[in-house]
């Protein structure tokens, strides 16, 4: 693969499941001038969260892979850790996985998904990561200027 990417323009690269350091230190060896973002979605990337963001240009939380790795009881604790240590290695932090899930069908967001949106803003979220909610909905456009007004204010 990496052979095989030299002849494509790209700025970043988007490393699902890591779970170590050390991937990354080759990774970026091989591609010194770019954006490192990692997903940290399960045990082994949650117990090396400090060394996964000191090595990263991103850290992503992927809820949904997460929690069906780790089970519904650790998810908050985890999520809290890996959002602690980005910002302690001051490395922007993406939020992934249904944060508007219900405005694929509705014009409104659901009042638990407004919380846990500002949330993780209030957790050091820098980049909130839509999916199916403009990926797949006709209601896409209402979504993003939704969410565009939700962060303006």
């Known amino acids: ?15 699902s499941f890591i779970q170590n350091g050390n991937i990354l230190q080759i990774i970026r ?26 090595n ?11 929690l069906a790795e780790i089970g519904a ?3 908050y604790k985890s999520i809290c850790e890996i959002s602690n240590q980005a910002i302690i290695n001051n490395k922007p932090l993406i939020m992934a996985t ?20 500002e949330h993780s803003i209030n957790l050091g979220t820098d980049i909130i990561m839509l999916s199916d909610e403009t990926a797949t909905s006709p209601f896409f456009m209402n979504t993003l200027e939704w969410l565009y007004d939700f962060l303006n204010k």
């Open 73 to 75: 009881n650790n998810l």
């Open 98 to 117: 249904e944060n508007l899930e219900s405005m694929q069908k509705r014009l409104q967001p659901s009042k638990s998904e407004i919380i846990a949106l």
């Open 29 to 54: 060896n091989s591609f010194k001038n770019k954006v490192l973002v990692s997903k940290i979605e399960n045990l082994y990337g949650l117990n090396n969260a400090s060394e996964i963001s000191k």
């Open 1 to 15: 693969f990496i052979k095989n990417s030299e002849t494509i323009n790209f700025d970043a690269i988007g490393l």
């Open 56 to 66: 990263s240009d991103l850290v992503m939380i992927d809820r949904g892979d997460l």
